[in-house]
């Protein structure tokens, strides 16, 4: 398993722009599969975006075209920029890792993080 710490969270207004970050430590970063979540209150957690150990990508419809998923694995870290954020964007947001991109897909992982706090609102 890694542990996983976000950063990158906070107060932005409609039409801003954020990047949050995820730091990986443990060994073999690079063969795991990394997602971010989101949880509103008073609603479920849910998919954001997935990024398997290859490269591949996938979004949730809700963030398409606006959050782009990256991660670099000389520095153990994975990176969602949000653009054209959304009051609706407001959540905790929670990075995630597994060996097997299947189980993101569920919404599960081996491995979560402590969540950052994005906050939209003018």
């Known amino acids: 398993q890694v542990q996983l710490v976000e950063s990158g969270g906070g107060l932005v207004q409609p039409g801003g722009s954020l990047r949050l970050s995820c730091a990986a430590s443990?060994?073999?970063?690079?063969?795991?599969?990394m997602g971010w979540y989101r949880q509103a209150p008073g609603k479920q957690r849910e998919f954001v975006a997935t990024i398997t150990s290859g490269g591949n990508t996938n979004y949730a419809d809700s963030v398409k075209g606006r959050f782009t998923i990256s991660r670099d694995n000389a520095k153990n870290t994975v990176y969602l920029q949000m653009n054209s954020l959304k009051p609706e964007d407001t959540a905790v947001y929670y990075c995630?890792?597994?060996?097997?991109?299947?189980?993101?897909?569920?919404?599960?992982?081996?491995?979560w993080g402590q969540g950052t706090q994005v906050t939209v609102s003018s």
């Open positions: 995630a890792a597994d060996p097997f991109i299947a189980t993101l897909y569920r919404g599960r992982a081996g491995s």
């Open positions: 443990g060994s073999n970063f690079s063969r795991y599969a």
